[in-house]
């Protein structure tokens, strides 16, 4: 019924920059917030950036504050990730996520939509 689609991934080299976009398919929803998560091979899912679409309030992994910046469109139900001055530890398949209700924004249990994910590899 919904689908989220995330794009904008690639390969970049350390010091780069890259912007993510996730887009709704199908039924429009009034989301309460969309965050960011991110997989390493490897590694647990990790939650990397949220913004509440009512407010526009910001949160990011300590990992990324100051590096990457999360903003939405409301005429365009779309949420962008700008990612700036990577590193290779960024590197993981980036999965946008969003639900009418987040308590949590932090808590990928809080979301209910999930896209399939797009590859940053972030490499020399």
């Known amino acids: 019924q919904v689908q989220l689609v995330e794009s904008g991934g690639g390969l970049v080299q350390p010091g780069g920059s890259l912007k993510l976009t996730c887009a709704a398919s199908g039924r429009t929803f009034s989301w309460s917030a969309t965050g960011w998560f991110r997989q390493a091979p490897g590694k647990e899912r990790e939650f990397v950036a949220a913004?509440?679409?009512?407010?526009?309030?910001?949160y990011y992994a300590d990992s990324v504050k100051g590096r990457f910046t999360i903003s939405r469109d409301n005429a365009k139900n779309a949420v962008y990730l700008q990612m700036n001055s990577l590193k290779p530890e960024d590197t993981a398949v980036y999965f946008c996520?969003?639900?009418?209700?987040?308590?949590?924004?932090?808590?990928?249990?809080?979301?209910?939509?999930w896209g399939q994910g797009t590859q940053v590899t972030v490499s020399s």
């Open positions: 913004i509440r679409w009512s407010s526009g309030t910001a």
């Open positions: 996520a969003a639900d009418r209700f987040v308590g949590n924004v932090y808590t990928a249990n809080h979301y209910t939509y």
